[in-house]
């Protein structure tokens, strides 16, 4: 008889965003008249940007040509993408990365999962607190951890709180680890790590030879000149840190899946033996024997974002859902909520009211208010007490959505 990988036992009831989509069904079926408006899952609602739509319909009409088809593409991607985003991602703000440093996959989601199985299971791996629920779920099915305790937190796990008093940075372990997960601007809190934040973890990582794994997907939607956009904006990152990126929340690719990882050929780890290796080696051996790359039309679609009209359809995409985010910290802060995040990130983190959790706050913003959120306790122990709202709504439910809760 075929048996399971019993560390899937050891995950809460249920991911996070299924659980809020049953609560949501719920309701609705309770209540068919109700119009709900859905703030909760980040989810893009605009269209893709005509430039990058047009490119991918094009690449399409090729492939229906016999003397223009293309079969699989290459494993790290195709040259007219790699090199665009070595150029406008990276080389723009004076870092240099070379194209076979970085691979295409369908999203930084994935990439976060996955770049796990490369590790060993003795690895010792923190993580902020509250965190995208990805990082920690991967790393529990991989079997890293013990169980959960009743506030969530699972065994062998370094979780790093973060905190008000703190701005929401993460502080430094008090321990060795091996792994750092650090997102910036972060979800969901929607803080950002400034240059300073980062030297020191950079330096950590140095001191006790861990690798950072830096999620970055939302580096577009950054303000504050002050702020890097990647990790290798400073100096020694190249040698320690992993940075992935998305196009999700930026031309609207939650639908058509692409995004990268950056995996520069310095990084190493060590092998029992105590021989060192090449991790971006490793990830091009895990990529290639899993994955068969990202499809031509959607390579064609990413890179149109690097055409000067791309480009500024891209930034008209990100700035709107900037506004929203600026309406809504507005609305809510003259309401009298305590708001945090919402000007480099397009997440609110609120501070549940008085007398109610996490849940508590969802279940009253959902039944009275009929808006969808996320509560913060489905991050961590740490997100208990907070709530977070997404600016990735059409502008006129974003209105709708503040007059109710702020008439709550």
């Not at 951890?145 to 370094?158: C, N, P, S």
């Not at 090449?278 to 990413?302: E, F, M």
Request: charged share 25%.
């Amino acid at each position: 008889m075929a048996t399971l990988n019993e560390n899937y036992l050891k995950l809460k009831a249920g991911y996070l965003f299924p659980e809020i989509g049953r609560r949501t069904q719920s309701f609705a079926d309770a209540h068919p008249d109700a119009e709900i408006i859905k703030m909760g899952i980040g989810d893009v609602v605009r269209g893709i940007p005509r430039p990058v739509a047009d490119a991918m319909k094009d690449a399409c009409e090729e492939l229906a040509h016999d003397e223009t088809f293309r079969g699989y593409p290459p494993g790290q991607g195709y040259d007219f993408l790699l090199e665009h985003i070595a150029e406008h991602e990276f080389g723009s703000r004076g870092v240099q990365i070379e194209t076979d440093e970085i691979f295409l996959s369908d999203g930084a989601k994935c990439d976060s999962a996955n770049i796990q199985e490369i590790f060993g299971l003795d690895n010792v791996v923190a993580m902020t607190d509250p965190v995208y629920p990805v990082y920690c779920d991967s790393n529990v099915m991989a079997g890293r951890t013990g169980k959960a305790d009743d506030e969530g937190r699972y065994a062998g796990l370094v979780y790093l709180p973060c905190l008000e008093e703190a701005d929401f940075a993460p502080p430094l372990p008090d321990r060795h680890v091996d792994l750092i997960y650090l997102c910036s601007p972060n979800n969901p809190t929607g803080a950002v790590l400034t240059r300073a934040d980062l030297a020191r973890w950079i330096d950590y990582a140095r001191s006790e030879q861990a690798i950072i794994i830096f999620d970055a997907a939302y580096e577009a939607y950054i303000t504050d000149d002050s702020i890097p956009h990647s990790i290798y904006e400073l100096d020694g990152a190249k040698d320690v840190a992993i940075e992935m990126r998305s196009y999700s929340k930026t031309a609207g690719f939650t639908g058509v899946r692409c995004g990268f990882t950056v995996v520069p050929k310095q990084v190493q780890v060590v092998s029992a033996d105590g021989a060192q290796h090449s991790l971006h080696g490793l990830w091009n051996r895990r990529q290639s024997t899993k994955y068969n790359g990202v499809s031509y039309p959607v390579q064609r679609g990413a890179a149109a974002c690097y055409t000067p009209e791309g480009k500024k359809a891209v930034r008209e995409l990100v700035d709107f859902y900037l506004a929203n985010a600026t309406i809504m910290r507005k609305r809510l802060t003259e309401a009298g909520y305590t708001v945090f995040g919402g000007d480099n990130a397009p997440y609110l983190w609120i501070t549940c009211p008085t007398g109610l959790d996490s849940w508590g706050f969802f279940d009253k913003l959902l039944n009275e208010a009929n808006v969808v959120s996320t509560p913060g306790a489905g991050f961590g122990a740490a997100g208990e007490g907070y709530l977070r709202l997404s600016a990735f709504q059409h502008r006129h439910l974003v209105e709708d959505a503040m007059n109710r809760i702020c008439a709550l």
